[in-house]
């Protein structure tokens, strides 16, 4: 609601109220209708201040009303009827101005903000484009180039920003509400001509041609093929080029294809999805609101390599006293520098002084005797692990969590050696840890509902985004990889290269396809793994392994020191090791068509659609056994680790929306024709659950659950 208070006897104050953060619901606009129609009546009333309760001024749309049929009144003509008042009308935004928020801000005759305050047109993140005017509004009050920026990134600004922008007229450190009262008393009486934002010339370009020209090459090649951030930039051009009334009608005909659009469904999913994953909950019933994490002060982190260095700059970040421990004196000095380097270049980005004092650097374990949890980010062996987690054991106080930063290895065996395995789960970083927002937090069978609380809340201290996820080789975002990746190498051997699958991959919107991923990766990474299963194997049957087709292909590789950028060669040829620049290899292409013909393989044709549906769907039919097994508690859960951690494009929502998107019924008949092709390949076999979800007529994504409930039921 909005609620309409006098204050001062000649203020009409109107409070946005709708926890939490006062989205434009239809009662809330309805409410703001009628305060504005109440306050110009009031003759007492010289001027009107519009803020939100609870210290937020507005998050926006009400997003959970998105795709419903709309109620109250729309947005624009209450924005418009702010604007035409006669009497002065001044937001006073704490907190939040997003999205319809700022929208409504501008519609106001003028803007206070508190130092403290964020704002910003973010719709561009939902699959939207600023449609209550905002793409009208914004460049013709601070300019085309700034107004381009906010609209097609949707990044927050801050209140010093949005001063120097020419955004807000002024900014408190004290009370806002109080502050925007004093203002708008004294500006009541005076003249509000100049003050109509729709009334403002969009200030001019000599060179506007270019500057589209350039904004959308840019918007095009940060995209990965989503459609909201072109129409943004076609929505500002209307502003720039048209009168505003016909500006808005380009901006509602743009708004009306996104609106529909399987994209916004997507990111909007994504958006929710984004914040689902927090209420966690584990097979034993343990679950978020009933599990109390325990604060986390003092962190030790063992092991300085690439990932110990990114965990450790995390979170001296985030403020916590990190002891760091590496046992080779000279790769502790150079983890010290590296550390100190990632830490002065963060924080002279943000503005702030480096938190060098945060860290104590040690080549003894013992010191990590008084810290509350250790994160162990040594090589990934299991047996060198195993030894850190009994010396562990030995030196830690009791009580203390001890994590581990292993991207696969079985929780539980590290878990049985140390005496209390109930304070054991895994914390998968993703690289760079200090950048990258995801973390699997993994439990095995026997860690605590506290340990899990506490590693799912310390990821949120240190800003990511935290997914718990059971324990099983490769945990959920590993794990689906692997059939994908099989596929990938198996398309080679049938015909394709790895820049015709890339291509093909990177069209649908993944950063990086299969083989320039693995390049970057590191193709050693995986053939240790698959030396450590047994998989690599002189004398085996080359194509086949414990019965099932193998592609011996990127062993084959590694055996000829090719292990991708790094050393200059891999999938593909590069410059000189450790460049990014990947070249189509001849090489690579010769030794595919002698691998073929001595296995016989007559290479043939294959399409987009093949390398799509078999990558894809292989990847989609792990992540319902994921399910089936309890792994993840949901689809959203699986999604949000491929959006964040393998940069599954978001404006497809994530591998099981897009199964969803697509149609189960569809992704179960290709999977079950490809699984006929070729039967020694069990991840093509479509499993039990993606069977009960067609069975049970296909429900949606947001129904799954009940399905699974019923599967685990019947286990
Ligand atoms: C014609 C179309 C006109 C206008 C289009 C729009 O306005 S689209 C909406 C634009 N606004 C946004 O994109 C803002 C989205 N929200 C956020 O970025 C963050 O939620 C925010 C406001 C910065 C707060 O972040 P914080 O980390 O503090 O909290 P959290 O994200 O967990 O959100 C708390 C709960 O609020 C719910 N929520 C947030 N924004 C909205 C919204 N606009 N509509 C509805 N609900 C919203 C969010 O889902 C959380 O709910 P929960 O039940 O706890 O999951």
């Not at 009334?245 to 997507?266: C, I, P, W, Y």
């Not at 790895?498 to 053939?527: T, Y």
Request: hydrophobic share 40%; proline share 6%.
């Amino acid at each position: 609601m909005a609620q309409y208070t006098r204050i001062s006897g000649s203020v009409g104050l109107i409070t946005l109220k709708n926890p939490p953060v006062n989205a434009l619901s239809a009662v809330v606009r309805q409410g703001i209708v009628d305060s504005v129609e109440r306050a110009l009546g009031e003759p007492e009333v010289k001027c009107l201040v519009i803020c939100g309760q609870s210290g937020k001024f507005c998050g926006g749309a009400d997003i959970r009303e998105f795709g419903k049929k709309m109620t109250g009144p729309p947005l624009i003509p209450v924005f418009h009827a702010i604007e035409a008042a006669a009497k002065p009308v001044v937001a006073a935004i704490e907190g939040i101005a997003l999205g319809g928020g700022l929208e409504l801000a501008l519609g106001c005759h003028y803007r206070i903000a508190h130092s403290k305050a964020k704002l910003g047109l973010p719709e561009v993140t939902l699959g939207l484009l600023p449609a209550a005017a905002g793409s009208q509004r914004l460049p013709r009050l601070i300019g085309v180039p700034a107004a381009l920026d906010l609209i097609t990134t949707g990044r927050h600004v801050t209140a010093a920003e949005a001063l120097q922008l020419g955004i807000v007229d002024q900014v408190t450190d004290h009370n806002t509400v109080d502050a925007a009262v004093k203002f708008a008393l004294s500006v009541a009486g005076q003249s509000l001509d100049a003050r109509r934002i729709s009334t403002f010339p969009c200030p001019r370009l000599s060179n506007l041609d270019a500057v589209f020209e350039a904004a959308m090459q840019k918007v095009r090649q940060a995209a990965r093929g989503a459609i909201a951030p072109v129409a943004c930039v076609q929505a500002v051009r209307a502003a720039a080029t048209l009168p505003y009334a016909q500006g808005l009608e380009r901006e509602k005909e743009l708004m009306a294809t996104l609106f529909t659009s399987g994209q916004a469904r997507a990111l909007q999913y994504s958006f929710f999805a984004q914040r689902a994953v927090g209420r966690w909950s584990m097979p034993s019933g343990a679950r978020w609101d009933t599990s109390k994490p325990k604060p986390i002060r003092k962190a030790a982190v063992i092991g300085l390599g690439t990932m110990g260095r990114g965990i450790t700059v995390g979170l001296a970040q985030a403020g916590l006293s990190v002891v760091a421990v590496e046992t080779q004196e000279k790769q502790l000095m150079e983890a010290k520098q590296a550390v100190s380097g990632m830490l002065e270049r963060g924080a002279k980005k943000r503005g702030v002084s480096p938190p060098l004092g945060n860290i104590s650097y040690s080549s003894n374990i013992k010191t990590v005797g008084d810290v509350d949890l250790v994160i162990e980010a040594v090589f990934e062996d299991m047996a060198l692990k195993k030894e850190v987690f009994q010396q562990l054991s030995a030196v830690c106080r009791p009580g203390t969590f001890l994590c581990t930063n292993t991207s696969g290895l079985d929780i539980d065996d590290l878990a049985s050696q140390t005496p209390n395995p109930e304070l054991v789960v895994g914390m998968h970083f993703f690289a760079p840890a200090h950048v990258m927002k995801l973390l699997e937090v993994v439990y095995g069978p026997r860690s605590s509902p506290q340990a899990v609380a506490t590693a799912m809340q310390l990821g949120k201290v240190i800003g990511k985004v935290s997914v718990a996820v059971g324990n099983c080789q490769g945990f959920v975002g590993n794990r689906m990889l692997s059939p994908y990746l099989s596929q990938a190498n198996f398309l080679l051997e049938e015909g394709a290269t790895p820049e015709f699958v890339d291509q093909v991959l990177e069209e649908f919107g993944f950063a990086m396809g299969a083989f320039r991923m693995s390049d970057l990766s590191g193709l050693d990474v995986g053939w240790r793994v698959r030396k450590a299963a047994g998989l690599v194997v002189p004398g085996k049957p080359a194509r086949m392994r414990q019965g099932c087709r193998y592609s011996p292909l990127g062993d084959l590789l590694c055996e000829q020191g090719r292990f991708g950028q790094k050393t200059g060669s891999g999938w593909y040829q590069y410059d000189k090791p450790g460049s990014r620049v990947a070249k189509p290899d001849p090489w690579l292409h010769s030794f595919l068509e002698e691998y073929r013909a001595r296995h016989g393989l007559v290479a043939r044709r294959i399409d987009h659609q093949e390398v799509l549906e078999r990558c894809l769907y292989s990847l989609i039919n792990e992540g319902f056994r994921i399910l089936e097994e309890g792994i993840a508690a949901g689809p959203e859960d699986i999604d949000v680790i491929y959006v964040l951690g393998y940069s599954w494009p978001r404006h497809r929502g994530g591998p099981m929306f897009y199964a969803d998107m697509v149609g189960l019924t569809r992704v179960l008949e290709r999977l079950e024709f490809y699984h006929q092709a070729h039967p020694d390949v069990p991840s093509l076999q479509p499993c039990n659950l993606l069977r009960k979800l067609v069975a049970s007529g296909t429900p949606p994504i947001h129904r799954w659950r009940e399905v699974i409930k019923k599967v685990h039921s019947q286990l």
